[in-house]
C-alpha cells in the first residue's frame, strides 16, 4: 500500500483529540465568496494535520475545516469541472427521500432543525475548534469570531462539545471505546481483528473492496498554480479529493430522564429492581457495555469496571462462538447492531467460515466516530423531576462513502426491525423508536426472556450536515478559486 501522506491529511481524520477536552463547531454561511477564500488561504496553514499529531507531544490546540457541497459550489466549483462528489454529498442530509433512509420522521425530521433543514440557513462551512481546557478554547474560539465578520462569513449555528474525564455520554454509559484501525497508521489493533484498509475512511487509498474510491477528479487546466496531486501515473486530471474524506455531523438531543424513568419503570414492573432486572442492568443490556465501558459480552453478570481505578475498558470480545443467541450481549443492543463483528446472519450457527463471512462483510460497515457531548450533564438522573436545558451527542462520523458507512449502519443495522433476525423493535438507544408496543427489546435470559416493549424514541435529531473535510492542498485548491 502507498503510504499515508500525513501531512495532507486533517489531524481529525486520525485522531480523536482526546487531550482537548473542549471543542466548538462553527457552522458557517459564506456571505462573500472572495473574502472568504482569502481567509480559508490562511486557515489551510492553520489547520492541523494528521503529521502533527503523530509527534510528541500533540498539539495543545486544533482547528480543522470542512465543506457542505452547497459551500462547494459558493466558492466556485461548477458543474463543468466534470468533479464526482458522491450522490449523497451532493443531496444532503436534509433531503426528503434521505430523512425516510435515516429515520428523520416527525419531531426527528429536518422541518423541525435547528441546523441544516428547510427552515434553517443555509450552511456552507464547518470549523471544528479544539483546546486543553475551557479557557483556551475561549481564547481560541474568539480569535477566530473576530475575523468571521471581515471574512465574508456569518455564524448560522454554533455549539460547544466538552468531553468528561470519565468519557460518559449523557445517559451515563462511556463512549469512544470501540474504533476501527486505519491501516498505514501504524496503530495497535485495541481488539479488533484486523485493520481496515485506508481507503474506507481517507480518498485515495484502497479500499476494503480492494479498489480507490471516487474522488473529485478536476482536469489539469482547472489547477493552473498546480497545487492538487495527479489523479494516478494513467490520469493527469487533478484530485481534489485526495487525503479528504466525507464527514457526518448530527446533532443528537437525549431525553436523559424518559431514558432513565422508561429503565427505572420496566424494572419496577419486574417487581424485583436489583440485580437481574435493575434499571441500570436493563438499560446496560441495551446498550451492550455497562456504564464504565466494560462489554456485556466479558463481564456478563455485573459491571467489573465500576470496581476498579482506572479501569480500561476491554474490545477484545466477538459473539459467534461464545454468544450466538446474544445471552450475554443481545443481538438488539446498541453495540452489537452498530458493529456485529462476527455475528452477522448466522445466528444459532456457531461456524468459523460463517464468522469470517461475517467479518468480512461487516469490516465493510465501519465508521470513525469523533463525537462529544453537548449540554449539562445530569448525575442523577432518576432522583431530579426537570431537566432544563437541551443535552446531547454532536455526532461526527467520518467516512469515504456515506451511504455504504454511515446510512448503512443507520438504515439497515440501527433502524431495521428485522435485524438480523429479531421481529421487531429499533435501536433501543438511539433508535426511531414509537412509544408503541412493538418498539421493544428482547433479552434472552437462558430458558426465558425479558422483552422491553413500548419504547419511546429517547434520542431526537436536531440538526445536521454531511461534510467534505478536504486534504490541506485542497483547502488550498479552494482558497485560490
Ligand atoms: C446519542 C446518540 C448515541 C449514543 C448515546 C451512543 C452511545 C454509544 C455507546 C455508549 C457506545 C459504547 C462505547 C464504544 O464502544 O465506544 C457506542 C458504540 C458505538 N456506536 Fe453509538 N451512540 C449514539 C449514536 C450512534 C449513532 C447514530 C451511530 C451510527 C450511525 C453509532 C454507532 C456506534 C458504533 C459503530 C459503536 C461501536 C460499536 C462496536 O464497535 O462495538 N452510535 N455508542
Same mark, same amino acid.
Given at each position: 500500500?502507498?503510504?499515508?501522506?500525513?501531512?495532507?491529511?486533517?489531524?481529525?481524520?486520525?485522531?480523536?483529540? /482526546?487531550? %482537548?477536552?473542549?471543542?466548538?463547531?462553527?457552522?458557517?454561511?459564506?456571505?462573500?465568496?472572495?473574502?472568504?477564500?482569502?481567509?480559508?488561504?490562511?486557515?489551510?496553514?492553520?489547520?492541523?494535520?494528521?503529521?502533527?499529531?503523530?509527534?510528541?507531544?500533540?498539539?495543545?490546540?486544533?482547528?480543522?475545516?470542512?465543506?457542505?457541497?452547497?459551500?462547494?459550489?459558493?466558492?466556485?466549483?461548477?458543474?463543468?469541472?466534470?468533479?464526482?462528489?458522491?450522490?449523497?454529498?451532493?443531496?444532503?442530509?436534509?433531503?426528503?427521500?434521505?430523512?425516510?433512509?435515516?429515520?428523520?420522521?416527525?419531531?426527528?425530521?429536518?422541518?423541525?432543525?435547528?441546523?441544516?433543514?428547510?427552515?434553517?440557513?443555509?450552511?456552507?462551512?464547518?470549523?471544528?475548534?479544539?483546546?486543553?481546557?475551557?479557557?483556551?478554547?475561549?481564547?481560541?474560539?474568539?480569535?477566530?469570531?473576530?475575523?468571521?465578520?471581515?471574512?465574508?462569513?456569518?455564524?448560522?449555528?454554533?455549539?460547544?462539545?466538552?468531553?468528561?474525564?470519565?468519557?460518559?455520554?449523557?445517559?451515563?454509559?462511556?463512549?469512544?471505546?470501540?474504533?476501527?484501525?486505519?491501516?498505514?497508521?501504524?496503530?495497535?489493533?485495541?481488539?479488533?481483528?484486523?485493520?481496515?484498509?485506508?481507503?474506507?475512511?481517507?480518498?485515495?487509498?484502497?479500499?476494503?473492496?480492494?479498489?480507490?474510491?471516487?474522488?473529485?477528479?478536476?482536469?489539469?487546466?482547472?489547477d493552473p498554480q498546480n497545487i492538487l496531486p495527479v489523479a494516478s501515473p494513467q490520469d493527469s486530471r487533478k484530485d481534489l479529493g485526495r487525503n479528504g474524506t466525507y464527514l457526518v455531523f448530527r446533532v443528537l438531543a437525549q431525553d436523559v430522564l424518559g431514558f432513565w424513568n422508561y429503565f427505572k419503570g420496566e424494572a419496577d414492573k419486574r417487581g424485583n429492581p436489583t440485580g437481574k432486572a435493575s434499571a441500570d442492568y436493563l438499560a446496560s443490556k441495551s446498550v451492550g457495555r455497562w456504564p464504565?465501558?466494560?462489554?456485556?459480552?466479558?463481564?456478563?453478570?455485573? /459491571?467489573?469496571?465500576?470496581?476498579?481505578?482506572?479501569?480500561?475498558?476491554?474490545?477484545?470480545?466477538?459473539?459467534?462462538?461464545?454468544?450466538?443467541?446474544? %445471552?450475554?450481549?443481545?443481538?438488539?443492543?446498541?453495540?452489537?447492531?452498530?458493529?456485529?463483528?462476527?455475528?452477522?446472519?448466522?445466528?444459532?450457527?456457531?461456524?468459523?467460515?460463517?464468522?469470517?463471512?461475517?467479518?468480512?462483510?461487516?469490516?465493510?460497515?465501519?465508521? %470513525?466516530?469523533?463525537?462529544?457531548?453537548?449540554?449539562?450533564?445530569?448525575?442523577?438522573?432518576?432522583?431530579?423531576?426537570?431537566?432544563?436545558?437541551?443535552?446531547?451527542?454532536?455526532?461526527?462520523?467520518?467516512?469515504?462513502?456515506?451511504?455504504?458507512?454511515?446510512?448503512?449502519?443507520?438504515?439497515?443495522?440501527?433502524?431495521?426491525?428485522?435485524?438480523?433476525?429479531?421481529?421487531?423493535?429499533?435501536?433501543?438507544?438511539?433508535?426511531?423508536?414509537?412509544?408503541?408496543?412493538?418498539?421493544?427489546?428482547?433479552?434472552?435470559?437462558?430458558?426465558?426472556?425479558?422483552?422491553?416493549?413500548?419504547?419511546?424514541?429517547?434520542?431526537?435529531?436536531?440538526?445536521?450536515?454531511?461534510?467534505?473535510?478536504?486534504?490541506?492542498?485542497?483547502?488550498?485548491?479552494?482558497?485560490?478559486?
Amino acid at each position: 500500500m502507498a503510504g499515508l501522506e500525513f501531512k495532507d491529511i486533517q489531524g481529525i481524520l486520525l485522531d480523536g483529540y /482526546d487531550h %482537548l477536552p473542549a471543542s466548538r463547531y462553527f457552522f458557517l454561511k459564506i456571505e462573500e465568496p472572495a473574502l472568504a477564500k482569502a481567509w480559508m488561504g490562511k486557515t489551510a496553514k492553520a489547520v492541523a494535520t494528521a503529521a502533527q499529531f503523530r509527534q510528541k507531544p500533540a498539539p495543545a490546540s486544533a482547528l480543522n475545516l470542512a465543506l457542505t457541497y452547497r459551500g462547494t459550489r459558493v466558492l466556485g466549483l461548477s458543474e463543468d469541472y466534470g468533479l464526482y462528489f458522491s450522490d449523497e454529498f451532493q443531496q444532503g442530509m436534509a433531503d426528503p427521500q434521505k430523512a425516510r433512509v435515516l429515520g428523520d420522521t416527525e419531531d426527528s425530521g429536518p422541518g423541525t432543525w435547528a441546523l441544516g433543514g428547510p427552515n434553517n440557513e443555509e450552511v456552507h462551512a464547518l470549523l471544528m475548534v479544539y483546546a486543553g481546557n475551557k479557557a483556551d478554547l475561549e481564547k481560541l474560539a474568539l480569535e477566530q469570531e473576530t475575523v468571521f465578520a471581515s471574512s465574508g462569513l456569518k455564524v448560522v449555528f454554533q455549539q460547544e462539545g466538552l468531553k468528561r474525564d470519565d468519557n460518559k455520554e449523557h445517559f451515563g454509559f462511556r463512549d469512544g471505546i470501540s474504533q476501527p484501525v486505519v491501516e498505514g497508521t501504524g496503530q495497535p489493533l485495541n481488539g479488533e481483528v484486523a485493520e481496515i484498509k485506508a481507503g474506507d475512511f481517507i480518498l485515495g487509498y484502497e479500499n476494503q473492496f480492494s479498489k480507490i474510491p471516487l474522488s473529485p477528479l478536476l482536469p489539469a487546466s482547472k489547477d493552473p498554480q498546480n497545487i492538487l496531486p495527479v489523479a494516478s501515473p494513467q490520469d493527469s486530471r487533478k484530485d481534489l479529493g485526495r487525503n479528504g474524506t466525507y464527514l457526518v455531523f448530527r446533532v443528537l438531543a437525549q431525553d436523559v430522564l424518559g431514558f432513565w424513568n422508561y429503565f427505572k419503570g420496566e424494572a419496577d414492573k419486574r417487581g424485583n429492581p436489583t440485580g437481574k432486572a435493575s434499571a441500570d442492568y436493563l438499560a446496560s443490556k441495551s446498550v451492550g457495555r455497562w456504564p464504565s465501558g466494560a462489554p456485556l459480552e466479558l463481564s456478563p453478570q455485573q /459491571d467489573e469496571g465500576e470496581r476498579q481505578k482506572n479501569y480500561q475498558p476491554r474490545n477484545d470480545f466477538q459473539y459467534n462462538s461464545t454468544d450466538d443467541q446474544g %445471552l450475554r450481549c443481545p443481538v438488539g443492543s446498541h453495540i452489537r447492531r452498530a458493529n456485529p463483528r462476527d455475528s452477522l446472519h448466522n445466528i444459532g450457527v456457531q461456524n468459523e467460515d460463517e464468522r469470517q463471512k461475517s467479518l468480512t462483510m461487516v469490516n465493510r460497515h465501519r465508521i %470513525l466516530r469523533r463525537g462529544r457531548p453537548y449540554g449539562d450533564y445530569i448525575d442523577h438522573p432518576l432522583q431530579v423531576k426537570e431537566a432544563p436545558g437541551e443535552r446531547g451527542l454532536l455526532f461526527i462520523c467520518l467516512n469515504a462513502n456515506i451511504s455504504r458507512q454511515f446510512e448503512f449502519i443507520q438504515q439497515t443495522w440501527l433502524n431495521n426491525p428485522k435485524f438480523d433476525g429479531l421481529s421487531d423493535g429499533k435501536d433501543p438507544v438511539v433508535g426511531a423508536n414509537d412509544g408503541t408496543a412493538s418498539s421493544q427489546m428482547v433479552i434472552p435470559q437462558g430458558h426465558y426472556r425479558q422483552v422491553l416493549s413500548g419504547m419511546a424514541r429517547f434520542v431526537k435529531v436536531r440538526g445536521g450536515a454531511y461534510f467534505f473535510l478536504p486534504g490541506i492542498r485542497a483547502i488550498q485548491y479552494f482558497s485560490q478559486l
